[in-house]
């Protein structure tokens, strides 16, 4: 391997046939310092020449600027030493969109797709009303959810009636806001209100005023080893005390103070917290509780109703 580097380093010009050559024999060494998926080391030098995907097929003779070279090195020495690829492009799609990331937000994760898609269907399955109704993100990192549902409620599918959504996303961290502001802007996404909050804390009034409340939180144990492998994303989103369980039963116990009778709370968690979840929510009051699981089989989102008659 230190071989590799050592030709890669040096600025030697290269072609694209001879660095897919090398970011092959890169993805598939085990010895190398903490290993690269292959899709990350190619969608990283496209990112770098700025190409298609096609290319890296059509144009194998290209020859890298020594700039190119230089900027592809720097990355590929970033990855393997633990930096995502979305943090070198500053990109992740989400939802057919596109979001900016940095070091101040989680990457958005496919399996975060299911909770945007269980809350749309339960939206779509209501009998529509017109009049304005309203949905609370919390914890919104890079706004993925909150922007994801905006986008979705705003289409012309989603507005046969009069009904109006807005849609409040709050954060604790202000970094993080500012990214989620930007992505709004980006994907044409006017209609929702941030504010910077710990979970509730910032909302103006303690009133059942949501019709939804959706929320990934952090949620990994904080002896969890699989943290080890997530350094570079900011660990307050990732990890809470209490099993990972402590941010989600303080979410679930507070939301029957702010949702409207009937109303949806769907909360993301980890694969083995489903039980522990569903009993959280049953315990604060909520009915039809049941979890829906990820794109790999695990449970990922549950869901559950606020007791009717009680607000
Ligand atoms: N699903 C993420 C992971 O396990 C964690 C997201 C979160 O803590 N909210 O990598």
Redesign the pocket.
Known sequence: MTKIRADMMTGTPKTIKQIKQDIQKIANDDTVNGSVPLFWLSDWLLHVIDKPAIFLITDENYQLTEDELSRFNVGLHKMQHGTPLAYLTGQQAFWSLDFKVNEHT?IP?P??EVLVEQTLNWIKSQPSSDGQKRLLDL?TGSGCIAVSLAYELQQESMSKTAERWQVVAVDLSAEALKVAEYNAAINGVADIHFIQSSWYDGLAVEEPSFDVIVS?????DESDE?LAR?TA?PIS????PNH?LADIEYIVQQAPSYLHAGGLLVI????AQGIAVRQVLTESGFTEVRTVKDFGGND?VTLGHNRLGQN
Do not use: M, Q
């Open positions: 989680l994760r399996d975060t914890g990934n939180p952090p949620y990994i699989h997530l994303e989103a990732l990890s809470a990972g993301e968690h980890g694969f990922r």
